[in-house]
């Protein structure tokens, strides 16, 4: 509760009508302003002098509110003081006393949110492509857990459609058994983009490519043996890289799940007079771009599988929200799907695209087709072996250092992900990435080894006692209470780039104070403790919403 406590005092202060117009100012000392523009224009007074005439009644009453130190005029705006003395121990006790739970609440008590991520797709490796919706997508996962909400994550794996007949025409034309055997999902690779290397000479391969996925879809026991093949290929490889990358899903349903849902759905579409037949396909008409639900040979398309799983999710979860953590080149598509589902009867709550931009390393971006692709299984453990010389330069008698390594990667792979406003487009460049110093995943774990270091040195136990505190710990105990409001906010926009950016502050800011303030062996030595406590819980707490691990030593 820490600063929403003072958010409180002042809306009772200024009262219901203007509350909603408070804002946290950018720079200057203020902790809260209240900006006088709509009121002087009610009153018709000028601002500057609507706001001092509020500062005079506000003091008259600021006594009865225990953590308003003072409320300013300045220009047009009211500015709003905590009072520190009052405010310090009732943060630094809140934290000390929920420990790895400060933060976390009941705001979501009741409410289902399912949250789906990486849609990796059968038979193509997992390239630096899924990246994003993979670490994106977990700590969404992981912040609506820590706020009380019932959260689902699902791993909505792309295992039917068209590329699979493709696929198998090309398997049954030119798969070469012992290369399969020795590395499946890359030879499935090279097979897949081969067909549209063939395809571009002999267009006709795309109707046999369509023909086998049809032959599929009516139960063919060739076509079906092969596909559980390649799934079961798939997945073996697919969960080596999600257990590298800490992701947890409570299902995996893939698309084939689906398909004995969608036959309903066409129909559904059809009797509600949503969809028509039209050159033998069913399509749902919409400004622009129809949705086609059923392709003319009657074989389903992903969006008749997509609604399947909307309608699937909503009588099985009754969800508040399900989050798609999908790219931003699916926008459109999904804004049809949303409107179709609505349509249909099944969103009856709130579908959120989740989008994202594009990743890619300096040499540029990828593509499965041509076969320009960077598998994530590599980047890992390329990233892995970059960390491992770096802790072994700055510390080379560290024991246990490939574990320390792997969490360092880890961190520098998510934090350069998770830094960044997920709507766009980011480099991952191992240089930038695996600094110990700046706003990278590594600085903020090497803070909070500082910061526990500090701790297992001293003899004393840490306190939240009110003492006359500093300036720059004072500020650390501002950016310390606004923790709670922070993940609500990160919650509210599912951007986990917010929490990053304030751990980057508050390390910035105890650094600042490590290097410039006596800690151990100070008068104030427990009060102190208790600040660098408070520092390493919430900076630990922080990245582990992010999904990334604090090593005891660096």
């Known amino acids: 509760m820490s600063f929403q406590k003072f958010r409180d005092e002042v809306h009772a202060l200024v009262g219901q009508e203007y509350s909603k117009l408070l804002e946290i100012p950018k720079g200057g000392e203020a902790d809260l302003a209240l900006p006088c523009f709509v009121i002087a224009k009610q009153q018709g007074k000028n601002p500057a002098e609507m706001a001092k005439l509020i500062e005079v009644e506000l003091n008259g009453r600021i006594k009865k509110f225990g953590l308003v130190k003072s409320a300013v005029a300045e220009g047009p705006y009211v500015n709003f003081f905590i009072s520190v003395e009052k405010f310090a121990p009732i943060v630094l006790k809140e934290i000390?006393?929920?420990?790895?739970?400060?933060?976390?609440?009941?705001?979501?008590?009741?409410?289902?949110?399912?949250?789906e991520y990486p849609s990796v797709n059968i038979a193509k490796p997992m390239s630096i492509g899924h990246l994003r919706s993979a670490i994106i997508g977990q700590s969404l996962y992981n912040i609506?857990?820590?706020?009380?909400y019932n959260a689902i994550s699902d791993d909505h794996v792309?295992?039917?459609?068209?590329?699979?007949?493709?696929?198998?025409?090309?398997?049954?034309?030119?798969?070469?058994?012992?290369?399969?055997?020795?590395?499946?999902?890359?030879?499935?690779?090279?097979?897949?983009?081969?067909f549209h290397d063939e395809a571009e000479k002999n267009p006709e391969l795309e109707e046999e490519g369509r023909k086998w996925f049809s032959k599929l879809e009516k139960g063919d026991k060739e076509s079906l043996k092969l596909w559980k093949m390649f799934c079961s290929w798939s997945m073996k490889e697919f969960r080596k890289v999600y257990k590298a990358l800490g992701l947890h899903h409570d299902f995996s349903l893939g698309e084939s799940f689906y398909i004995k849902m969608t036959k309903s759905v066409i129909d559904d579409a059809l009797k509600r007079g949503i969809a028509k037949t039209e050159q033998n396909a069913v399509i749902i008409p919409m400004n622009g771009t129809p949705l086609i639900i059923q392709k003319s040979d009657e074989s389903t398309i992903y969006a008749t599988r997509d609604l399947a799983t909307v309608k699937y999710r909503t009588e099985k979860f009754y969800p508040y929200k399900i989050l798609y953590v999908v790219g931003s080149d699916q926008n459109l598509y999904f804004r049809q799907i949303f409107f179709a589902a609505r349509q249909l009867g099944y969103m009856k709550e709130e579908g959120v695209h989740v989008s994202f931009g594009l990743v890619s390393l300096p040499e540029g971006k990828m593509s499965t087709r041509a076969g320009r692709v960077v598998f994530l299984e590599d980047l890992i453990n390329e990233t892995v072996k970059e960390a491992e010389k770096v802790i072994k330069e700055k510390n080379p008698k560290l024991k246990n250092r490939k574990n320390v390594a792997n969490a360092v990667a880890m961190a520098a792979i998510k934090y350069n992900d998770l830094s960044r406003d997920r709507i766009k487009d980011i480099i991952f460049d191992w240089k930038t990435a695996l600094s110990f110093e700046g706003d990278t995943g590594p600085y903020l774990q090497y803070t909070a080894v500082r910061a526990n270091s500090v701790i297992s040195k001293s003899k004393k136990k840490p306190s939240a006692k009110p003492c006359i505190r500093e300036d720059r710990e004072n500020e650390i105990i501002k950016i310390l209470s606004k923790f709670p409001s922070v993940l609500q906010d990160s919650a509210k926009d599912c951007k986990p780039h917010y929490i990053a950016g304030y751990l980057n502050a508050l390390a910035a800011k105890f650094n600042e104070y490590y290097h410039t303030t006596k800690i151990i062996g100070s008068k104030e030595e427990s009060q102190r403790l208790a600040l660098v406590l408070s520092v390493s819980t919430v900076i630990t707490t922080g990245l582990k919403l992010l999904g990334i691990e604090v090593p005891k030593k660096m």
């Open 158 to 194: 792309g295992d039917w459609g068209t590329q699979f007949g493709k696929l198998l025409y090309a398997y049954k034309t030119w798969a070469n058994p012992g290369a399969v055997a020795k590395s499946p999902i890359k030879e499935l690779l090279a097979l897949y983009v081969r």
């Open 96 to 115: 000390l006393s929920k420990k790895g739970k400060y933060g976390s609440s009941i705001t979501g008590s009741g409410k289902t949110v399912i949250v």
């Open 144 to 148: 609506h857990k820590f706020l009380g």
